[in-house]
């Protein structure tokens, strides 16, 4: 059974840092074309936010380069967002995605982030 649990979302203040983790567990990693984190916002549909290819190349939405980084660790089955320099725009539900065997997405159940005063 292939599982994504995300972690590290919370409440921080504008200008602030958090860093997302998703753990992926139950699928072959040398089956793992890509993974990355989308955004959900209330009212809004899902959108990409960064990708990391298999051979480490990087996708990321205009709205957050420069300020995001995501990365990935196979031995650790992980991948990661850090994220600086939030604004309160970013507000929304994240959701990590593993692509596997170029044709076949797996999500997790989302990890809420709010940046507020």
């Known amino acids: 059974q292939v599982q994504l649990v995300e972690s590290g979302g919370g409440l921080v203040q504008p200008g602030g840092s958090l860093s997302l983790s998703c753990a992926a567990s139950?699928?072959?990693?040398?089956?793992?074309?890509?993974m990355g984190w989308y955004r959900q916002a209330p009212g809004k549909q899902r959108e990409l936010v960064a990708t990391?290819?298999?051979?480490?190349?990087?996708n990321y939405a205009d709205s957050v380069k420069g300020r995001f980084t995501i990365s990935r660790d196979n031995a650790k089955r992980s991948v990661y967002l850090q994220m600086n320099s939030l604004k309160p725009e970013d507000t929304a539900v994240y959701y990590c995605?593993?692509?596997?065997?170029?044709?076949?997405?797996?999500w997790g159940q989302g990890t809420q982030v709010t940046v507020s005063s």
């Open positions: 990391i290819g298999s051979g480490s190349s990087t």
């Open positions: 139950g699928i072959p990693m040398s089956g793992v074309n890509a």
């Open positions: 995605n593993v692509r596997w065997l170029r044709n076949r997405d797996y």
